[in-house]
T-cell receptor, first 113, second 113 residues
Framework: DAGVIQSPRHEVTEMGQEVTLRCKPI?????LFWYRQTMMRGLELLIY????????DSGMPEDRFSAKMPNASFSTLKIQPSEPRDSAVYFC???????????FGPGTRLTVL | AQSVTQPDIHITVSEGASLELRCNYS??????LFWYVQSPGQGLQLLLK????DTLVQGIKGFEAEFKRSQSSFNLRKPSVHWSDAAEYFC???????????WGAGTKLIIKP
């Protein structure tokens, strides 16, 4: 298996622009997680899905952030409008069942100017 | 509430020396326990995990960890570190009631030549 795939790997955009991050989980996994990592705040869970349904989005910073999982093999995290404080590395992870072992993608490094 | 504490933000060890990274957790029942490693610019990779059974678990890259219920600890060890072990290490705790992991703040390992 190719593992969790994220795109793009790097994104540089200007404040106010819309940003869309993409994730393909490992085939057969039924849980998907979006994380944000910064030096100041460490690793933060933004949202997680189980069987394509959002279960907990309490970590989403504000309404500018939205996430979707239209099918078992694809998810997006959208920021609109983006702000400089959104600059971070965004990770997608997937897992199978309730055992909690998560497999991480390589991350998307987002820079908002 | 569940929590994970990694008391050391940075640890510096000489190449060839032994290593122990500390992790303490707070959880009412027996948790699932994980150690992940993150090399610079990379995603998180699972080193080892504990679900049940033998309290000493072996992982990849020569790492091991021991679950000590009485101390609520899950410390990571390696008998002899290599320069390639320089990375950040994260301890995480999961419950069998949901899919989330609670993450420690991470310990950055620096290797002296």
């Amino acid at each position: 298996d190719a593992g969790v795939i994220q795109s793009p790997r790097h994104e540089v955009t200007e404040m106010g622009q819309e940003v869309t991050l993409r994730c393909k989980p490992i085939s057969g996994h039924n849980s998907l997680f979006w994380y944000r990592q910064t030096m100041m705040r460490g690793l933060e869970l933004l949202i997680y899905f189980n069987n394509n349904v959002p279960i907990d989005d309490s970590g989403m910073p504000e309404d500018r952030f939205s996430a979707k999982m239209p099918n078992a093999s694809f998810s997006t995290l959208k920021i609109q409008p983006s702000e400089p404080r959104d600059s971070a590395v965004y990770f997608c992870a997937s897992s199978l069942g309730g055992r909690g072992e998560q497999f991480f993608g390589p991350g998307t490094r987002l820079t908002v100017l | 509430a569940q929590s994970v504490t990694q008391p050391d933000i940075h640890i510096t060890v000489s190449e060839g020396a032994s290593l122990e990274l500390r992790c303490n957790y707070s959880y009412g029942a027996t948790p699932y326990l994980f150690w992940y490693v993150q090399s610079p610019g990379q995603g998180l990779q699972l080193l080892l995990k504990y679900f049940s059974g033998d309290t000493l678990v072996q992982g990849i890259k020569g790492f091991e960890a021991e679950f000590k219920r009485s101390q609520s600890s899950f410390n990571l060890r390696k008998p002899s570190v290599h320069w390639s072990d320089a990375a950040e290490y994260f301890c995480a705790v999961g419950a069998n009631s949901n899919y989330q992991l609670i993450w420690g703040a991470g310990t950055k390992l620096i290797i002296k030549p």
